[in-house]
């Protein structure tokens, strides 16, 4: 079965600072990774998918992940923070030849961000 | 160009009665997908529907079901409400499998469904 940790459920950054999100997954085959971003009473907005390739992805807001398979890692980061990235951060993994494109979710990190 | 539309926004239901969510899917997307997120969680994937049929399906009882129409817009159904079915409810969208972004959601703002 398919599962995503996010092992730290608040960070709080200074804005300006940088910002590394930890995520871990387990699946069987090779996985489609995603990151969302949640602002409060809203969906969820696409940051950034990693599906083959270069296991670096640059994705909107400034925001990039690495994939690292040995370590079953998705980490989101980002070099300066900015007030407007206070928000809930979710990773989730999909299958690769998954018709039908099922995401299982972690648990979310909320991001506070310091004046 | 609309994305993923969703309503009623927010509705307040009792124990034991039905629910109906409703959502219109991104232009050029055929397939949605119900997810349940409860106060403080990730979402939780309920139910897949393509070709007006339901392909994939989560853990969830048979008390939530859903429907697809021609027009690709889907219903999600929830009997005999419990006090836990309290969350907000998201709708995705995603294109054709074939189609370039295939495995990529679209999600709608959801319907926050409270049950007293």
């Known amino acids: 079965a398919q599962s995503v940790t996010q092992p730290d459920i608040h960070i709080t950054v200074s804005e300006g600072a940088s910002l590394e999100l930890r995520c871990n997954y387990s699946?069987?085959?090779?996985?489609?990774l995603f990151w969302y971003v949640q602002s409060p009473g809203q969906g969820l907005q696409l940051l950034l998918k990693?599906?083959?390739?270069?296991?670096l992805v640059q994705g909107i807001k400034g925001f990039e992940a690495e994939f690292k398979r040995s370590q079953s890692s998705f980490n989101l980061r980002k070099p300066s923070v900015h007030w407007s990235d206070a928000a809930e951060y979710f990773c989730?993994?999909?299958?690769?030849?998954?018709?039908?494109?099922?995401?299982?979710f972690g648990g979310g990190t909320r991001l506070m961000v310091k004046p | 160009d609309a994305g993923v539309t969703q309503s009623p926004t927010h509705l307040i239901k009792t124990r034991g009665q039905q629910v109906t969510l409703r959502c219109s899917p991104k232009?050029?997307?055929?397939?949605v997908s119900w997810y349940q997120q409860a106060l403080g969680q990730g979402p939780q994937f309920i139910f897949q529907?393509?070709?007006?049929?339901?392909?994939q399906r989560g853990n969830f009882p048979d008390r939530f079901s859903g429907h697809q129409f021609p027009n690709y817009s889907s219903e999600l159904n929830v009997n005999a409400l419990l006090l836990g079915d309290s969350a907000l409810y998201l709708c995705?969208?995603?294109?054709?499998?074939?189609?370039?972004?295939?495995?990529?959601?679209?999600f709608g703002a959801g319907s926050r469904l409270t049950v007293l």
């Open positions: 995705a969208s995603s294109p054709p499998f074939r189609a370039s972004g295939a495995n990529v959601l679209t």
């Open positions: 699946y069987g085959a090779t996985p489609y």
């Open positions: 990693y599906f083959s390739g270069d296991t």
């Open positions: 989730a993994v999909g299958g690769q030849n998954n018709a039908g494109n099922m995401l299982t």
């Open positions: 232009s050029g997307h055929d397939t």
């Open positions: 529907y393509y070709e007006e049929e339901e392909r």
